[in-house]
């Protein structure tokens, strides 16, 4: 069975800094790019950051970039969002998704599984 499940979602205060984790099972995790997104209430789904099928190259979104890093360890079969200097406006669930391809993606459409996702709340 292919899942993905998140953990690592939250409190924490603004200027904080959270890990997310994203553990795969039931496929081949090196051999797919990975991806992370959120939503929050009301908005529509943002894409966050995506990493290649061995972690060579990666894209964030700009409402994140410079503050948010992805990493993955293939032998664990995990993906990583380490996210520093969280702002109010990063509130939002947090998905883990399994692209059908080697290379990064921002386009939600091309990943083929989704994770359950977990919960990250900014707040003083």
């Known amino acids: 069975q292919v899942q993905l499940v998140e953990s690592g979602g939250g409190l924490a205060q603004p200027g904080g800094s959270l890990r997310l984790s994203c553990a795969a099972s039931?496929?081949?995790?090196?051999?797919?790019?990975m991806g992370w997104f959120r939503q929050a209430p009301g908005k529509e789904r943002e894409f966050v950051a995506s990493i290649d099928w061995d972690g060579s190259g990666t894209v964030y979104g700009d409402t994140v970039k410079g503050r948010f890093t992805m990493s993955r360890d293939n032998p664990k079969d995990t993906t990583y969002l380490q996210m520093n200097s969280l702002r109010l406006e990063d509130t939002a669930r947090y998905y883990c998704?399994?692209?059908?391809?080697?290379?990064?993606?921002?386009?939600?459409?091309?990943?083929?599984?989704w994770g359950q996702g977990t919960q990250v709340t900014v707040s003083s």
């Open positions: 998704a399994k692209r059908s391809r080697t290379g990064w993606s921002t386009v939600a459409d091309t990943y083929d599984v």
């Open positions: 039931g496929f081949t995790f090196s051999n797919y790019a």
